[in-house]
Every structure is written in structure tokens, then in C-alpha cells.
């Protein structure tokens, strides 16, 4: 494929080395990020219409600032249950995990490829909890450890991990994002 690429762009290039014009077929890529998901073994979930009044995600400049995202696994139901009653703080972690990728999903619809995210900036998450729970954290580092699993220094980013007494649909975890990319 390199040397294919590489034959084109020769055949293609001037003798002070501009290139001519750009060949009228594309080659598909799988952007790096998309494959390190893949490697990594997680599937994105389809970007799911809002639940209200909203858009998922609005573009100021080269920020992205997301709406709240759900934890919805690929191909599954919506998570639902309340952190330390129904569900354990590691499977409130493991929603934080589903509402990363959703994420991901969403930022991957606004800019066509996950390889333009130039760093996630700040993620601030709500844990659906019981009165006295305090380990809103570690259920919010599910989606943090993913974000930096699958973008390296690019998804070390500020975070806030609140506790809430209800979050919208019973869902245990809600994750919003600000996400620097390229222009």
C-alpha cells in the first residue's frame, strides 16, 4: 500500500517537487485512535438522538463542549440504577466506561475522525448516589481511565465528580465534555 501510495505521489509530483494534482480515488484509514479502541477491545455505540431540548455537542472555536452523555454499552439497553443501592461503586464504574465511549461516538460524529482531538480538557461527571456515598471518584474514573487508555497524553484532562440524589432516566452516571480539537 506505502509503495502504491508512494508510486502515485512520484507520478504525480513536478520536478521541484509540488504535487501536480491529487489522485481521484481516496484510500480508506482507520484513524490510530479508532484502531487503539479496537486493540483495546471496545466497540463505539451509535450517537443516540437527545432526550430533550439540546444538542449533543456545540463548537466554539477549536473547543467542543458536549451535552451530558448516558451510559449506553453498543448494541444494549440504557444503564439505569442508583450508585450504592442498586448498583456496586465498580459496576457504576463500569457505566462510566459506556458513557466514555459515548462520548467518543458524539466527538466522532462533530469532527470525522478521532485523531484530530488535540486533548480532552475537562470532564465532569454526576454520580447517581445514595445519601452518604463518597466515592463519586472512582465511579468517574471509569470514563477517565478509558479517555487516557485510548488517547494517551492527549485524554489526561481537569475533572469534577459530583454526587447527585437522582440524574435523569434513573442513570447511574451523566459525563459531559470539553475537548480541544484541530481547526
Known sequence: YQRRVRGIKTALM????????RPRFA????????????????????VGAPKGSYVPVTRVGNLLFTAGHLPTPAGADLITGKVGEDLSVEEGNKAAEYVALSLLATIQQEIGDLDKIKRI???????????????QPQVINGASDLIGEVLGERGVHARSAVGTNALPLNIPVEIEAIVEVEE
Open 27 to 46: 484510500f480508506h484509514r482507520l484513524s490510530s485512535t479508532l484502531k487503539r479502541i479496537e486493540e483495546l477491545g471496545y466497540t463505539l455505540p451509535a
Open 14 to 21: 513536478l520536478s521541484h517537487g509540488t504535487l501536480l494534482a
Open 121 to 135: 480538557v475537562k470532564l465532569v461527571g454526576f454520580v447517581n448516589c445514595t445519601d452518604g456515598f463518597a466515592q
